[in-house]
């Protein structure tokens, strides 16, 4: 089989496998090692002096290492033979598989809003295992916002920036992306531990995740139009333009404004991150309670948008490899 089909079936499996168990728990993660590299660096180097130089050092160095073993892994595994082939072929099922997460964050989110009904500390508790802000004092309304705003991130970051990536450098370019943001998930934040170490991290988060993002808000809006037809497109469209840019992020303010607008509602506001307050803007302006149906609606157009990312990079490794 040729490279070009060898990929387009690696993005199949890798999707299918995703989409039909999620992250197994029992199995090793790759990010899950990332973490622990990450966390290791951190407590070494995140002291004394020069610490933006020291976090840019460990970041980059961490995102390059990454690429250039699953590099080398690839070369080392260049389809010549059957054998050779079948080991390309399964190192970048792997590859997908590990890097896709769409359908872990949705059974979190829906294990949230199911928590949120039994009881506030319970709904707080399941809604702390997909954010990193803290959850301790959160209203059940800001228990359901969090998820869906984490439901939102996480289709660019977890979906359509990894096969943003995979399509147009294959698995170093899925893996070191997946690198840059738990480099970013992990120290990229600003407060006073982080906000000198992780900038660099933070930095080569928004780069990587600039195309992504508002390639998934655009996304989102077509598959808005698949399920609820035509009405409120071009609405849509000004009220995402509108809102995007409120985020205090570059990027994730897009897929946040997107879902916002789709379900009429209001996300963003303060935030606590390790024990100080982050200031965040409103998106939207409509402060009504959100409901079960909300995040029904919210998974479709998460699901649609995720099938789109992936016909979207298909047709690309079709064209980039003839």
Request: proline share 5%.
């Amino acid at each position: 089989m040729t490279v070009k089909t060898l990929l387009l079936l690696s993005l199949l499996l890798g999707w299918l496998l995703d989409l039909a168990f999620g992250d197994p728990p029992c199995l090793p993660h790759p990010i899950v090692w990332f973490g622990r590299c990450i966390a290791w660096c951190e407590r070494r180097w995140n002291a004394g002096r020069h610490r933006r130089l020291r976090g840019g050092l460990v970041a980059i160095g961490l995102v390059a290492s990454v690429f250039g073993l699953t590099w080398g892994i690839c070369q080392l595994l260049r389809p010549t033979s059957i054998l050779t082939s079948t080991a390309f072929l399964l190192f970048n099922v792997l590859t997908v598989f590990y890097c896709l997460a769409g359908t872990t964050l949705i059974r979190e989110v829906k294990a949230v809003f199911q928590a949120i009904d039994r009881s506030t500390e319970e709904g707080r508790k399941q809604v702390a295992r997909i954010v990193g802000r803290d959850t301790s004092e959160l209203s059940p309304q800001e228990v359901r916002t969090a998820a869906l705003e984490t439901l939102a991130e996480n289709l660019s970051d977890g979906v359509v920036a990894p096969l943003f990536w995979f399509a147009l450098l294959g698995a170093p370019g899925m893996l070191a992306y997946k690198m840059v943001n738990t480099l970013d998930s992990m120290i990229g934040y600003r407060t006073s531990r982080y906000r000198e170490f992780g900038s660099v991290a933070a930095r080569l988060d928004d780069a990587a995740n600039y195309l992504p993002a508002r390639l998934t808000s655009l996304l989102m809006v077509v598959a808005n139009v698949l399920i609820s037809g035509r009405q409120r497109r071009c609405g849509l469209l000004r009220f995402i333009r509108h809102y995007a840019n409120c985020h205090a992020s570059p990027n994730s303010g897009w897929p946040e404004a997107a879902l916002a607008g789709i379900l009429d509602c209001r996300f963003g506001g303060p935030h606590t991150y390790f024990g100080e307050i982050v200031e965040k803007p409103f998106i939207g302006e409509n402060e009504r309670p959100l409901e079960t149906a909300d995040m029904q609606k919210a998974v479709r157009i998460n699901r649609t948008a995720e099938v789109l990312a992936l016909l979207l990079t298909g047709l690309f490794l079709i064209v980039l490899h003839p």
